[in-house]
């Protein structure tokens, strides 16, 4: 069935569609919605605020009927406006100070304890860990769960830490950074599976062997993690089931008329997905 004019349209605002993190959220959200007679619009922001305000501007004149967002700005005056215009809006896999909107989210500090928990339990003595950009909640919440971790062991310095952007080129470079500030390290905890993938390359190239060197956890659970070798030990996030999950509250949202009732708060949570580049 194609779009018609009594069909409720949303909108799903990334930032990365490149990213299969967000292909599957992505795939989620629009089964979801064909399946209630719904069409979604892709915004894909290129991490741009202004992209994003500018797509929002466009949503608005059109008439959409609801809005998610995956993305990293969340524009306050643009929430505000949407609230004004009775728009509902959920936000997935972000944060926000707003009381306004639904909220769906895994569980990303215990996830990075998780992970490092896993490494040290596997034997790692020496862990670093490679953060996404810090104006997005998930990789500050990632980077506390880490220091919060890590903080109270002897080994422990800030310049284990290292910056990657969340993107897989991130990876590569912060390989080179942390290993030319600390040559043993034993363990590397990658705040997503792109730049867990990116750290594997640069790992490959300079011939340190994963697990027997340096052993390597990600962030995510994309599919692409179990096709690389060595296949990727990662926490796992529900991306398929947030997705399902925004879609199905922006819905019965806007079948309400926007009551404020029928908010929610949802945290899910993660799993430790064991595989081989990690130490048994
Ligand atoms: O923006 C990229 C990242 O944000 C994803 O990989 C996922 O971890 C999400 O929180």
């Known amino acids: 069935r194609l779009a018609g004019q009594n069909m ?5 605002m990334l930032p990365d569609i490149t990213n299969p993190f967000f292909a599957e959220l992505a795939r989620a959200v629009e089964d979801t919605c064909q399946q209630q007679g719904c069409v979604v619009f892709f915004c894909n922001s290129d991490h741009q ?18 809005v998610i967002f995956a993305s990293n700005y ?3 005056e643009e929430l505000n406006k949407l609230e004004q215009h009775r728009i509902p809006v959920v936000v997935l896999d972000r944060s926000s100070d707003t009381q306004k909107c639904s909220l ?24 670093a860990h490679i953060y996404g950009p810090q104006e997005i909640a998930t990789a500050k919440e990632r980077m506390n769960g ?3 971790y890590v903080k109270s062991f002897p080994w422990y310095t800030p310049s284990l830490m290292a910056p990657g952007m969340f993107l897989m080129e991130g990876g590569i470079q912060a390989v080179d950074t942390l290993l030319h500030r600390h040559p043993d390290i034993d363990g590397i905890f990658a705040g997503n599976d792109l730049m ?12 340190v062997r994963v697990p027997d060197d340096i052993s390597v956890c990600g962030f995510d659970g994309i599919k692409l993690g179990e096709i690389i070798e060595p296949e990727l030990t990662t926490i796992a996030q529900p991306i398929y089931e947030m997705g399902k999950c925004a879609a199905n509250i922006l819905i019965k949202q806007i079948k309400s008329k926007n009551d404020k009732a029928l908010l929610e708060i949802i945290e899910m949570n993660v799993s430790l997905h064991i595989r081989d580049s990690t130490r048994k």
């Open 8 to 12: 409720p349209a949303i909108a799903l």
């Open 49 to 66: 605020d202004f992209k994003e305000k500018s797509y929002l501007e466009v949503l608005r004149k059109r008439h959409i009927d609801g």
């Open 74 to 76: 969340l524009p306050q």
């Open 104 to 127: 769906i989210r895994s569980n990303n500090y215990e996830g990075a304890q998780m992970a490092v928990k896993h490494l040290m339990d596997t034997g790692c003595r020496k862990i």
């Open 146 to 148: 880490y220091e919060d």
């Open 196 to 207: 867990a993938i990116g750290v594997l390359k640069a790992l490959h190239r300079k011939g």
